[in-house]
């Protein structure tokens, strides 16, 4: 799923956002703030600072649109990004319409994703009843299979494919509760195809049975009330760090598109994953053994 698909911001939030983020991380690109980049084994900040807080809510609402990918391997493709830019920048500037301040923005923006992130973990880990955790294991454990079996015995299918890529693993409850949902009506619309798939009896039913479970248990217990503002703040700050990437990789992806090996640093992990999925799958047809095991389906995220 790209960007674009998810969300358009206007133009005028990205002008207005540039007087901030950008002009900073220009004059200063190499540094961070100490939220994001904790020394090695040091803590890191669960809370967002008030500055960080109205930088975010500066943005257009458009911005808090569900996440589609992982905040850890989303951070980690930036960190590529800002070293392809080291040594590539001056010929994505020379040759694209790449903007040196989104480029600079790149360390500033990943850095408020990491505040962010760390503050939606300070409240998404608080500690749950014993009747939460019981079926949040269950409901984990079937999400778990669920996507196992939909890659398996739908692979090839590309709608069930994006669909499936776009429930991302490793989140908090409220995210689970949709997950199941999600989850519950991919197994309905295939029941067919999964008849042999390792999933509990009716397991569309009970996803959404979990579903209802955990999302009326963590009604009632209301923590936090701010916490759905939290993992909005932490939305908004994961789609201003990705349009800053898409610019990027879509000036990479031009400028270097005819030469394979830099092209590959410009693909989001995702699309890296499935790249390589279409050649194992091209070189199969030349293979005659007959117990050879298919290529497996490689996840966009891990």
């Known amino acids: ?65 569900p996440i589609d990918h992982p905040v850890a391997t989303t ?39 990491d505040a962010a992130e760390s503050a939606w ?29 939909l890659r398996y015995f739908l692979a090839g299918d590309e709608d069930v494919e994006r669909r499936v890529d776009a429930i991302v693993l490793g989140t908090g409850v409220a995210d689970l509760v949709s997950d199941l949902n999600q989850l519950g ?19 569309p039913k009970r996803a959404r049975e979990l579903a209802e479970a955990l999302g009326s248990g963590l009604a009632e217990r209301a923590v936090d009330p701010e916490g759905g503002a939290v993992m909005a703040l932490r939305n908004r700050a994961f789609w201003w760090l990705r349009e800053a990437m898409d610019e990027i990789r879509d000036a990479g992806r031009y400028v270097y598109r005819d030469e394979r090996k830099v092209l590959a640093l410009f693909r989001a992990s995702g699309a890296r994953a499935r790249a390589r999925q279409r050649t194992v799958k091209r070189v199969e047809p030349a293979t005659t053994d007959s117990n050879a095991t298919p290529a497996a389906h490689v996840p966009e995220s891990t």
């Open 1 to 65: 799923m790209t960007r674009a698909a998810v969300l358009s911001p206007p133009m005028a939030s990205e002008k207005k956002k540039k007087s901030r983020t950008e002009t900073a991380s220009a004059t200063d690109a190499p540094s961070e703030t100490p939220a994001a980049e904790p020394p090695r084994g040091g803590k890191k900040k669960s809370a967002l600072t008030a500055a960080q807080r109205q930088e975010l809510l500066e943005l257009d609402p458009a911005y808090e649109a």
């Open 75 to 113: 951070l980690q493709e930036a960190r590529e990004l800002e070293a392809a830019l080291s040594k590539l920048g001056k010929e994505l500037y020379k040759k694209s319409r790449l903007s040196k301040d989104v480029a600079a923005s790149l360390p500033a923006r990943r850095a408020l994703l």
């Open 121 to 149: 973990t300070a409240v998404r880990t608080l500690p749950l009843s014993s009747d939460l955790r019981a079926q949040r294991k269950d409901a984990e454990a079937l999400k778990r299979d669920a996507i196992a079996a």
């Open 185 to 203: 009506e991919l197994l309905e619309q295939h029941r067919a195809q999964l008849a042999r798939a390792d999933l509990p009896k009716n397991a």
